[in-house]
């Protein structure tokens, strides 16, 4: 009998360690947890991949796959429509915030970030600004591997193989409070800092050639890093000044991770161009979409003109379907005030782990949190390129695993242990997190 090794070329795995190891198998999923083919039980503290908002098992979303793959399993959205992906447009400009009425559906988020680079594009094409093309973003960001979305990416590791890429994409500082201390404790006054590296990068560049600023609510790669007060204030004003998009990367952050149905939401801007995915359909069926604002869709309204741009299967009617059932569910179980009513027992509990000589500190919001990883509490330290090797990917992420936790240790930034359960998640289910990592984490400092 052959292995998940034999024949599956699995996503960014290194398929040379599997040579005389197992690929861990997952086979079922209920609730907040998931089992492997052997019938051992782990908490899943991702979400999958930041995706499983309900949990797993949820027979209505399959139903409801059933019923319309009956009814009508596929007909694109090329030049003609079918109900369920007029259904979830109107239902997502209902729920967006100001006028991003427009919605444009992919199968995945990185598609949506293409997606966006090229509408921005061809916006400032057809309004007269055709130098518009540029993009800027920040560094250690994760945007997707299409090709565009990974030059928007501000991970080297991720794109060294695959360069060259898209050209006109610059990079600035992040929101990493915990590494800019030369601000001391004023958060304040360094998310004014980041923001305005932001005009600075654009002046750079010249203004009449960036087009867009993509930004996610709280930056993913790196570990959480939530926005300062007013960084989205000021970003929106650069913007604004300039004659720049702001693209809000929600393909983590909507649908409830952070409380509310959109990121941008939690922290109040309003953002001309949206990209979400995951969380949308729970993952029980993939699609993505962007949304854009009226004035973004007005020039593509103009007789003759098109957007030459699309995907076999961006609106399934399978996917679309159980989009709206999982949002009726996020609604009916009002998941997204779970997350609001628990976030701060969440962070309190992940924060005892503080007592930990290996952890630097906890961050996040909603249910999305990261927890840095440090060899000197002190002074901050970090572990270098071969003690975070051994420390990640040598024991920690094995060893969480085989506790009973899945979640991300990761190291595309400073190391980190990222954890983003399902929004049914309660008190219960901290705890467990809680007690792994602290037996997890301690014998791992007792290696080192």
């Not at 030459?308 to 961006?314: I, K, L, N, R, V």
């Not at 990261?370 to 060893?399: M, Q």
């Not at 990761?410 to 309660?426: K, S, W």
Request: charge should be negative; include cysteine; aromatic fraction near 10%.
């Amino acid at each position: 009998m052959s292995t998940a090794a034999d024949h599956l070329w699995m996503h960014f795995s290194r398929m040379g360690s599997y040579a005389d190891a197992p690929v861990p198998t997952i086979a079922r999923g209920d609730g907040a947890y998931i089992w492997d083919t052997n019938g051992k039980r782990y908490l899943d503290g991702l979400s999958g991949l930041f995706v499983v908002q309900v949990g797993h098992g949820r027979k209505e979303l399959a139903q409801a796959a059933g019923r319309q793959a009956e009814e009508l399993a596929f007909f694109p959205i090329w030049s003609y429509a079918h109900p369920r992906a007029v259904e979830l447009a109107e239902r997502l400009a209902q729920l967006a915030p100001g006028d991003l009425n427009r919605v444009f559906f992919t199968t995945g988020g990185g598609e949506a970030v293409e997606t966006a680079w090229k509408a921005a594009k061809q916006f400032f094409k057809l309004t007269g600004k055709p130098m518009k093309t540029k993009v800027i973003s920040r560094h250690v960001a994760y945007h997707g591997t299409p090709h565009g979305a990974l030059s928007i990416t501000g991970i080297p590791d991720a794109k060294k193989f695959f360069e060259p890429l898209v050209p006109g994409a610059s990079k600035v500082p992040n929101t990493n409070f915990y590494r800019a201390p030369e601000h001391g404790d004023d958060l304040k006054r360094f998310g004014r800092w980041a923001a305005d590296q932001i005009e600075q990068a654009i002046l750079f560049e010249g203004a009449d050639t960036v087009c867009a600023v993509f930004l996610e609510p709280v930056q993913n790669s790196g570990g959480c890093f939530p926005p300062p007060p007013g960084y989205f204030d000021r970003v929106r004003e650069i913007c604004d000044t300039y004659d720049v998009l702001l693209v809000s990367d929600e393909v983590i952050c909507a649908f409830g991770r952070l409380g509310t149905t959109f990121g941008c939401d939690k922290f109040g801007y309003q953002p001309d161009l949206l990209t979400c995915a995951k969380g949308m359909t729970s993952g029980y069926s993939p699609i993505g979409a962007m949304l854009a604002t009226e004035r973004v869709m007005e020039p593509f309204l103009q007789p003759g003109v098109s957007f030459p741009h699309g995907y076999t299967f961006g609106g399934h009617p399978v996917s679309s379907a159980v989009a709206m059932a999982n949002l009726d569910i996020m609604e009916r179980e009002q998941l997204n005030q779970n997350v609001l009513d628990n976030e701060g027992a969440f962070e309190a509990t992940l924060s005892k782990l503080t007592d930990l000589p290996i952890v630097g500190e906890v961050r996040g919001d909603g249910y999305f949190w990261g927890i840095e990883l440090v060899k000197d509490k002190g002074t901050k330290e970090t572990f270098n390129a071969a003690e975070s090797e051994r420390l990640l990917r040598g024991f920690l992420s094995k060893a969480l695993f085989e506790a009973g936790l899945y979640c991300r240790a990761d190291d595309r930034g400073d190391p980190v242990v990222q954890l983003a359960p399902p929004l049914i998640c309660d008190q219960s289910h901290f705890d467990e997190i809680e007690q792994i990592l602290r037996s997890v984490l301690t014998e791992a400092w007792t290696q080192l």
